[in-house]
């Protein structure tokens, strides 16, 4: 985990992002998630076990893990400065550096200014809409992870309810996929009862959360492999590309095995988010 410095005070009023679109889906979310686990423990579950059991037990468990993780790290991700506000900045402007007149610093080296956050961030990947703050370079850790959860989590959700689905409409059959595709239309028509548009809904929302989460998180591994943000990504920007393993310790830290179980793993990371190595120092290196 980063350092104490990074940390920022969390507020009731710095809950909810300032811009209203991030505003709606960080609701969204907030709700949304914890909604479709309970969907999914108090409806779906006792349709296939009348009793508690050890299997049951698993299932809430799992359930339990997944979502304390996917909150623990957008809690984090949120609360992790991000920017270089709370670090010693220069007052010359040094070579690759740039100026930024909206903060009035001296920016280093892939750090980028966020017209939404109003702020420079460090090594700066992009702006979550669902958190409404940037992702740079001392939280991407924790933006990386609880993606990968929401991903797991939705392949979960959608894999255990999928019978119960079928069962709501009907069976397995070309009606049931057009109710999924388009289940407002089928409940205006009266093809699907009132509880079998709801049951639809909730599972084509999870295959859009699935689909959605799908693309976030190749973007994060593509950005990752190639030791790249998603501006330089979008530029071909290769500078900073110093081998995969590398590149991922640079993002979760020493301890990248453990951060994928505890947000509040502490895991160290090789840079400050100032200085960047580049591509052409280790072959200098290799030259001597």
């Given at each position: 985990?980063?350092?104490?410095?990074?940390?920022?005070?969390?507020?009731?009023?710095?809950?909810?992002?300032?811009?209203?679109?991030?505003?709606?889906?960080?609701?969204?979310?907030?709700?949304?998630?914890?909604?479709?686990?309970?969907?999914?423990?108090?409806?779906?579950?006792?349709?296939?076990?009348?009793?508690?059991?050890?299997?049951?037990?698993?299932?809430?468990?799992?359930?339990?893990?997944?979502?304390?993780?996917?909150?623990?790290?957008?809690?984090?991700?949120?609360?992790?400065?991000?920017?270089?506000?709370?670090?010693?900045?220069?007052?010359?402007?040094?070579?690759?550096?740039?100026?930024?007149?909206?903060?009035?610093?001296?920016?280093?080296?892939?750090?980028?200014?966020?017209?939404?956050?109003?702020?420079?961030?460090?090594?700066?990947?992009?702006?979550?809409?669902?958190?409404?703050?940037?992702?740079?370079?001392?939280?991407?850790?924790?933006?990386?992870?609880?993606?990968?959860?929401?991903?797991?989590?939705?392949?979960?959700?959608?894999?255990?309810?999928?019978?119960?689905?079928?069962?709501?409409?009907?069976?397995?059959?070309?009606?049931?996929?057009?109710?999924?595709?388009?289940?407002?239309?089928?409940?205006?028509?009266?093809?699907?009862s009132s509880f079998g548009f709801l049951v639809a809904v909730l599972h084509t929302l999870g295959m859009v959360v699935f689909l959605i989460t799908s693309y976030l998180l190749l973007i994060q591994l593509l950005v990752i492999f190639y030791g790249q943000t998603q501006y330089e990504r979008k530029h071909n920007i290769?500078?900073?590309?110093?081998?995969?393993?590398?590149?991922?310790?640079?993002?979760?830290?020493?301890?990248?095995?453990?951060?994928?179980?505890?947000?509040?793993?502490?895991?160290?990371?090789?840079?400050?988010?100032?200085?960047?190595?580049?591509?052409?120092?280790?072959?200098?290196?290799?030259?001597?």
């Amino acid at each position: 985990m980063v350092s104490n410095d990074a940390i920022l005070p969390m507020h009731s009023k710095d809950l909810l992002p300032r811009n209203r679109r991030d505003r709606s889906l960080f609701i969204f979310m907030v709700v949304g998630i914890p909604f479709a686990v309970l969907w999914e423990g108090c409806v779906v579950l006792p349709n296939y076990h009348t009793y508690f059991s050890t299997v049951v037990l698993i299932h809430i468990l799992v359930s339990c893990f997944i979502v304390f993780n996917i909150f623990g790290n957008m809690y984090l991700l949120k609360r992790v400065d991000a920017s270089g506000k709370q670090k010693s900045l220069p007052a010359i402007l040094k070579q690759e550096w740039r100026y930024c007149h909206l903060c009035e610093l001296n920016s280093p080296p892939r750090s980028y200014h966020c017209p939404i956050c109003n702020e420079c961030i460090l090594k700066r990947d992009h702006h979550c809409m669902f958190t409404g703050c940037c992702v740079g370079y001392h939280n991407q850790r924790y933006y990386l992870v609880a993606i990968l959860y929401i991903w797991i989590g939705a392949i979960y959700g959608v894999s255990y309810q999928w019978d119960y689905c079928l069962q709501q409409l009907g069976g397995l059959r070309f009606g049931s996929v057009l109710v999924l595709i388009a289940p407002h239309f089928a409940w205006v028509f009266g093809a699907v009862s009132s509880f079998g548009f709801l049951v639809a809904v909730l599972h084509t929302l999870g295959m859009v959360v699935f689909l959605i989460t799908s693309y976030l998180l190749l973007i994060q591994l593509l950005v990752i492999f190639y030791g790249q943000t998603q501006y330089e990504r979008k530029h071909n920007i290769e500078s900073y590309n110093l081998g995969f393993k590398c590149n991922l310790l640079d993002v979760l830290g020493t301890r990248w095995y453990l951060v994928w179980l505890f947000p509040w793993i502490p895991s160290a990371q090789s840079g400050d988010g100032l200085h960047f190595s580049h591509v052409n120092d280790l072959e200098n290196v290799k030259n001597i």
